[in-house]
């Protein structure tokens, strides 16, 4: 059974950083490529950035470019999301997503995590 379980969400004020670790059950994982999506109340859910098997390929919305790094650890079937200068407007869930081969979107997603919430206050 496939699993991608995301961790390090929480509360953290504007300006300071968090890092998400998504850890996946996937064989071989460096055949998948790897994404983070976010979702705001109220909000659809919305893509934040995703990176290739070989980590040398990465892809990234505007509204984090510059702020968010996308790594994965293949050895250790683990992607990774710095985030840096985070804002409010960054309060969200933020879930992990696998697909094969391609970079992953809102519509072709082979498998999610269950997500992990992320709070910057004012």
């Known amino acids: 059974q496939v699993q991608l379980v995301e961790s390090g969400g929480g509360l953290v004020q504007a300006g300071d950083s968090l890092r998400l670790s998504c850890v996946a059950s996937?064989?071989?994982?460096?055949?998948?490529?790897m994404g983070w999506f976010r979702q705001a109340p109220g909000k659809e859910r919305e893509f934040v950035a995703a990176i290739k098997w070989s980590g040398g390929n990465t892809a990234y919305s505007d509204s984090v470019k510059g702020r968010f790094t996308v790594s994965r650890d293949n050895a250790k079937n683990t992607v990774y999301l710095q985030m840096n200068s985070l804002k409010p407007e960054d309060t969200a869930v933020y879930y992990c997503?696998?697909?094969?081969?391609?970079?992953?979107?809102?519509?072709?997603?082979?498998?999610w995590g269950p997500g992990t919430q992320v709070t910057v206050s004012s």
């Open positions: 997503a696998a697909r094969r081969s391609y970079f992953p979107t809102i519509r072709d997603v082979d498998y």
């Open positions: 996937l064989r071989p994982f460096s055949t998948y490529a």
